[in-house]
């Protein structure tokens, strides 16, 4: 029986393979600066989705079992980690 073999289209060499930055720890550092702290900060949850994209949270409470989220945030960067674009918009909240 003859094999069948499709050529792939768009092949990239292992040694030219692109380098992809994961800014979720700059991230976590920006929008802390950006927003300021905010009262019983739990934590910042900063998840990569796609190259340059993240969702980015932040957990507010008295402990894990009555945390909140307090703000969401829909982050694109620069290939360097510099955010471009936010959902909402960051600005300071806490002074």
């Known amino acids: 029986m003859a094999k069948n073999t499709f050529p792939r289209l768009n092949q990239v ?3 030219e393979q692109p380098i992809l930055i994961d800014a979720t720890e700059s991230l976590r550092n920006h ?3 950006t927003l300021g702290r905010p009262k019983d900060l739990i ?3 900063v998840v990569r ?3 340059n994209t993240y969702r ?3 957990l507010v409470g008295k ?4 945390a909140t989220f307090a703000h969401s945030y829909f ?3 620069t290939d360097a980690g510099k955010v471009v674009t936010s959902v909402p918009n ?3 909240v806490y002074a």
Request: aromatic residues 8%.
């Open 13 to 15: 060499e292992p040694d």
């Open 31 to 33: 929008i802390l600066v």
């Open 43 to 45: 934590r910042i949850d």
């Open 49 to 51: 989705l796609w190259p």
């Open 56 to 58: 980015a949270n932040l």
């Open 63 to 66: 402990s894990f079992d009555q």
């Open 75 to 77: 982050v694109t960067t």
């Open 90 to 92: 960051l600005s300071n």
